[in-house]
């Protein structure tokens, strides 16, 4: 692939966040197009980076981009998902890591690659995987999930307030023949909601094909039973820097984050927090850190974006 054309979001902080030593192991869970792959390994030396993707064509494209640090031996990559990290990392003997890193969401040349089936602005099959190999697509959530499970989904993962009346549209248009491309399925969405909701705010299809893409690929439980591991298997000292692009997943990384650097519930009456009650995890950062004006400017993509940072203590 001569071109991949993603825009790395909070490049920088995301990578200075993780506070890399020269000689240390980091994980970068989603390659993408590298960006945030290529800065950590400037920075390592005698270090080891594993770099992850579910999507083949990230793969791909990087054994050329980073090809330099294939050749020095100091870059490996795991076309998996990362819901696997640990069992992955344990196959190639790696136990603790001193780094890891998310960049959540579709790159662009998933959004932008027309047959991805992705984008509500191109017509196209309805896809929607980020791992081609997947089993689960668009159109089988689109087509033979119930009605019931359409509303949910629509209601949980897209935010969406028509979640009814959309689901009723998409089960009267199926019912007389598949829903097959992206396109006709940006037209039923209209149906079901009001004209006058679809003259502000976004595009009309919006929630919907986020609920749809979060469903095709797990997004939500992936995300949350990787970073369980990765808070296992990250070493005294280590970082994990998360950047999220919608409120959902916003809201479970802060959450986990925070289960893991507050006192739990304590008895009553207790003078001082016994040490084995203590956390062992911190927050770099209180709040989290947004892109710039000036990042904002140049990148659309990093209108979401939120960078959130835990470092395992003791
Ligand atoms: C926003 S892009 C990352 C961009 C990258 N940081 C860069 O600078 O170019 C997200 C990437 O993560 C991958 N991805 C998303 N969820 C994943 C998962 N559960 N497991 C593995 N890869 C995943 C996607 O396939 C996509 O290539």
Redo the contacts with the bound molecule.
């Keep these: 692939m001569a071109e991949f054309n993603?825009q790395?979001v909070l490049l920088n902080e995301a990578v200075s966040g993780l506070d890399i030593k020269p000689d240390g192991i980091y994980v970068d869970?989603?390659?993408?197009?590298?960006?945030?792959s290529g800065k950590i390994l400037e920075a390592l030396d005698s270090g080891h980076l594993y770099a992850?993707?579910?999507?083949q064509t990230?793969i791909d494209y990087n054994q050329t981009n980073l090809k330099e640090y294939v050749d020095k031996g100091t870059l490996t990559f795991v076309k998996?998902?990362?819901?696997e990290i640990k069992a992955r990392l344990a196959d190639l003997g790696v136990e603790h890591v001193d780094g890891i890193l998310y960049?959540?969401?579709?790159?662009s040349p998933?959004f932008d690659v027309a047959d991805r089936g992705f984008s509500y602005q191109h017509d196209a099959p309805l896809d929607m995987r980020?791992d081609q190999s997947a089993k689960l697509d668009a159109w089988q959530v689109v087509n033979n999930w119930s009605y019931q499970d359409l509303i949910r989904i629509l209601f949980r993962y897209g935010e969406e307030k028509f979640a009814k009346s959309i689901a009723r549209a998409i089960e009267r248009h199926r019912s007389n023949k598949p829903i097959d491309t992206t396109g006709e399925l940006v037209e039923i969405i209209k149906e079901g909601i009001p004209a006058a909701a679809r003259r502000h705010g976004g595009h009309p299809a919006k929630k919907t094909f986020q609920a749809i893409r979060i469903s095709v690929?797990d997004?939500l439980g992936?995300l949350e039973d990787s970073i369980e591991q990765a808070l296992e298997i990250i070493a005294v000292k280590g970082r994990i820097s998360v950047i999220t692009f919608q409120s959902l997943e916003d809201r479970l990384v802060k959450t986990m984050f925070k289960e893991k650097t507050e006192v739990g519930e304590l008895p009553a009456g207790l003078p001082v927090i016994p040490q084995e009650m203590q956390p062992h995890f911190k927050l770099i950062n209180r709040k989290p850190i947004v892109p710039s004006d000036e990042e904002l400017e140049v990148n659309h993509r990093a209108h979401s974006a939120k960078l959130r940072i835990i470092e395992k203590e003791s």
């Design positions: 993603h790395t869970c989603t390659l993408g197009g590298g960006g945030h992850f993707d579910q999507d990230a998996a998902n990362f819901r960049d959540l969401g579709v790159s998933q980020m690929n997004e992936a």
